[in-house]
């Protein structure tokens, strides 16, 4: 399965610093967190389980596969930024190598004319000059070249340590962040096999037990299911749920963020995209994306989180009700706020 990669160009900088390198931190993070999600993950059904036993490693099954898709987000969002600011380095390289040259290029004429000159002092030479009355004109030109010599120089100098420490960084930072994205790569394909499994198990549930799974792995709770919610917060959040109303009915992708696809957090970063709003690629910072307010004062637009650890997010649309990307093999939908234990709601 393939996931779209979006590239976005950022303001140039002078450079990498400690904030690009501490994405790379976190993406080395990112990838041993999910590595011990990894680890936790059950094994092969008992062919003795129960149905009930059975439906509950799925739902695991289901869970770990979420938490890594919002590790793999997490990675590739920083990849992106890194690599815009690695482009933006390259290119400032690129600019100062040519500048570098023209120094290069004045200070080598400089010396070439002063060598044909058979390197005679400057000063004795204007002294011999068939003009001597211009003598102080010509002294005062020369201290001028001179020193305008001897700051090209430095400036060379400084040039090329900038130079170098902005292309050994970005080398470096591409270096780790290729690393851990390529880790968090092979953990993904982990929890691919993993969810493979899971509809291995499904298929083998007897048909009702099959038909009923869907509905019972989320099913209301009753944490927030005598809300309303009343009208929008704001006429973005009008048009955001206006979107997720569309987006119902198309499957849940890994890593996708519409329009034809989506994972959870992507289908909430897309529907606010079509208002005009811009939210982070992930549950985990969506959740930080606005106003936190008390689920009892949830309204149509709010985004509301799940798990303690946000590693599943939704739309509430009013009426007690979610629009969500579930997970894979499920489309898009409406479920009950309550389906799973509420972390958090953000009014963006």
């Keep these: 399965m393939r996931l779209p990669v979006v ?45 009930e036993a059975t439906r509950a490693k799925v739902d695991r099954l289901y869970e770990q596969a979420e938490k890594a898709t919002e590790l793999y987000n997490k990675a590739n969002e920083q990849a992106e930024r890194l690599r815009g600011l690695v482009d933006q380095a390259q290119d400032s390289a690129a600019r100062g190598q040519e500048r570098v040259n023209k120094m290069r290029g ?47 120089l430095r400036e060379l100098q400084q040039a090329q340590r900038r130079l170098g420490q902005v292309r050994m960084e970005a080398a470096h930072d591409l270096t780790e962040l290729e690393r851990s994205r390529a880790a968090v790569a092979r953990h993904k394909r982990a929890v691919e096999r993993k969810l493979a499994e899971a509809r291995r198990l499904l298929d083998s549930l007897p048909t009702a037990d099959r038909d009923s799974y869907d509905r019972a792995s989320r099913s209301d709770r009753g944490e927030g299911s005598t809300l309303s919610g009343g009208a929008p917060a704001s006429a973005r959040a009008a048009a955001a749920v206006r979107a997720a109303q569309n987006a119902v009915g198309r499957p849940y992708v890994w890593g996708a963020n519409g329009p034809s696809g989506f994972d959870c957090s992507g289908l909430t970063q897309w529907s606010y995209a079509q208002a005009g709003v811009g939210l982070p690629r992930t549950s985990q910072a969506q959740r930080y994306a606005g ?34 990307a579930p997970y894979p093999g499920a489309a898009v939908r409406y479920d009950p706020v309550g389906m799973m234990p509420v972390s958090s709601v953000t009014r963006v």
């Design 7 to 51: 590239s976005h160009r950022r303001p140039s900088q002078p450079g990498l610093g400690l904030g690009a390198r501490g994405s790379v931190l976190a993406v080395s993070a990112a990838a041993a967190t999910a590595a011990a999600a990894l680890g936790a993950a059950p094994a092969g059904a008992d062919p003795q389980q129960t149905p």
């Design 106 to 152: 004045a200070l080598g004429s400089l010396a070439g004319a002063q060598y044909r000159s058979g390197g005679v002092d400057p000063a004795l030479a204007l002294l011999l000059s068939s003009d001597p009355d211009s003598y102080l004109d010509k002294a005062s030109v020369l201290d001028r070249v001179g020193a305008r010599q001897s700051g090209t």
């Design 291 to 324: 106003r936190q307010v008390p689920l009892s004062a949830a309204r149509p637009g709010d985004l509301v989180a799940y798990r303690d650890d946000a590693s599943h997010i939704g739309m509430y649309v009013g009426n007690g009700q979610v629009i969500h």
